[in-house]
């Protein structure tokens, strides 16, 4: 059964800072890996997709690694901005690409 | 283009009462999925669906829950005899008809169902 784990859970860093966002996952038949973005009482945004047989995406100043090999991936938000405060989710889809198994989320929060 | 549609977005319930959730699709999606968002725990999978079809309801409460996505109208989630332990937020997903693994699921701003 598919695990995802992430860490932090919570994390506080000054405006500018470039940061690094974990998540592992049990079980590395995965379909894709993707990294989503939850403002509170909202709905979720998607950042990056990573196919399994790629390892990383880039957007802007966004960037996900995935190993599958290790059963993790990584966030790497630079230059960070109060706006970009929220939680990140990572989710591991299925082999079949039909469900998605998400972590419990790093609260970030950025300030000015 | 209108994204994924949820209905209503915020809900309260006596226990014992029915709860219905609506979900619209984006347009030219016929794929729908629904998850739960307990508070302090992550969002949970529930159930997939095709239009008229279940795919995947290995999320889904034994009892007490059902999903439909009727050939028209929008996806229905439906909790019977609702207890304090269904509050909580409920999302909406959609995808195009073909997956393949670019392609991500769009999600909607969720219904936040409070049992009294």
């Known amino acids: 059964k598919q695990e995802v784990t992430q860490i932090p859970a919570a994390l506080s860093v000054p405006e500018g800072e470039n940061l690094v966002l974990n998540c592992s996952f049990t079980d590395s038949a995965i379909y894709n890996l993707q990294w989503f973005r939850q403002d509170p009482g909202k709905g979720l945004t998607s950042l990056l997709l990573?196919?399994?047989?790629?390892r990383e995406q880039t957007s802007g100043r966004l960037n996900a690694s995935l190993d599958k090999s290790s059963g993790r991936s990584t966030l790497y938000i630079a230059a960070s901005q109060p706006g970009d405060s929220a939680t990140y989710l990572c989710a591991a889809s299925n082999q079949a690409g039909t469900a998605l198994i998400f972590g419990k989320g790093t609260t970030l929060s950025v300030s000015s | 283009n209108a994204g994924v549609m949820q209905n209503p977005r915020h809900l309260v319930r006596r226990r014992g009462q029915e709860a219905r959730l609506r979900c619209s699709p984006m347009k030219g999606h016929s794929h729908v999925y629904w998850y739960r968002q307990l508070p302090e725990e992550g969002l949970k999978f529930m159930v997939y669906?095709?239009?008229?079809?279940?795919?995947?309801e290995s999320g889904m409460p034994k009892e007490r829950f059902s999903a439909e996505f009727p050939k028209e109208g929008p996806s229905i989630l439906r909790i019977q005899q609702v207890v304090r332990g269904d509050s909580a937020a409920y999302f909406c997903a959609s995808s195009p008809p073909i997956l393949s693994s670019a392609d991500t699921q769009y999600f909607g701003p969720g219904t936040r169902l409070t049992v009294l």
């Open positions: 669906l095709q239009k008229e079809n279940i795919i995947d």
């Open positions: 990573i196919q399994s047989s790629q």
